[in-house]
């Protein structure tokens, strides 16, 4: 029961900031948003720190393991690793939008706390999960493309959330094919080191 309920107040958490801001997140507005009992928040979250930090961790534990989902599909070349993942993003934006609106709202908020910060940083894509994707296509520099490319992906969920593309219909396979495009070309440079062609 308390696990559940634990999960009920991250996942009323997460609407009430894409809803009405991070100023809106407070204990009590948690448990009036929930019709739960006044205190109900704060017995299982002392600290509004803390409630971040749960709302963190539930959007980590989803997105990786979306993540590793989307690893051990069946894929035979970096065109299919482009569309897998422009699917699953787009996927993202259809679904599960509230979580990557909080996300956003809390990162700003907490760029003072380090630890929070960082947790919040890495919890929609993975860095294991990115560098071991490179490094299985060959890439000489696994870590680094993997951070590259994590900014890559960055980029195209903010726009989708509060850029040019803001008003782009996810769910659709017109936003795969745009979201395929730049995954596809960023990859398609990805593996071993090619030679130099000799100059005269």
């Given at each position: 029961m308390s696990t559940d309920r634990r999960a009920r107040i991250v996942t009323g958490a997460i609407e009430l900031i894409a809803a009405h801001g991070i100023r809106a997140l407070t204990h009590r507005a948690v448990d009036t948003a929930l019709a739960l009992p006044a205190g109900s928040t704060s017995y299982y979250f002392r600290t509004r720190q803390a409630l971040i930090a749960a709302v963190a961790d539930g959007i980590t534990a989803r997105s990786h393991a979306d993540f590793v989902a989307l690893r051990t599909a069946e894929i035979s070349s970096t065109a299919d690793i482009a569309h897998g993942i422009a699917t699953w993003l787009d996927e993202l934006l259809a679904r599960r939008r509230d979580e990557l609106v909080a996300r956003h709202a809390l990162i700003i908020e907490v760029r003072g706390d380090a630890d929070l910060h960082a947790r919040l940083a890495n919890s929609l894509f993975s860095m294991t999960?990115?560098?071991?994707?490179?490094?299985?296509?060959?890439?000489?520099?696994?870590?680094?493309?993997?951070?590259?490319?994590?900014?890559?992906?960055?980029?195209?969920?903010?726009?989708?959330?509060?850029?040019?593309?803001?008003?782009?219909?996810?769910?659709?396979?017109?936003?795969?094919?745009?979201?395929?495009?730049?995954?596809a070309r960023f990859l398609e440079r990805a593996g071993p080191a090619r030679s130099s062609a000799p100059t005269n």
């Open positions: 999960a990115a560098t071991d994707l490179f490094a299985g296509l060959g890439d000489p520099e696994p870590r680094a493309r993997a951070a590259d490319f994590l900014a890559l992906l960055e980029g195209l969920v903010f726009d989708r959330l509060a850029g040019l593309r803001a008003d782009e219909p996810a769910g659709t396979d017109h936003n795969v094919e745009q979201l395929t495009r730049p995954l």
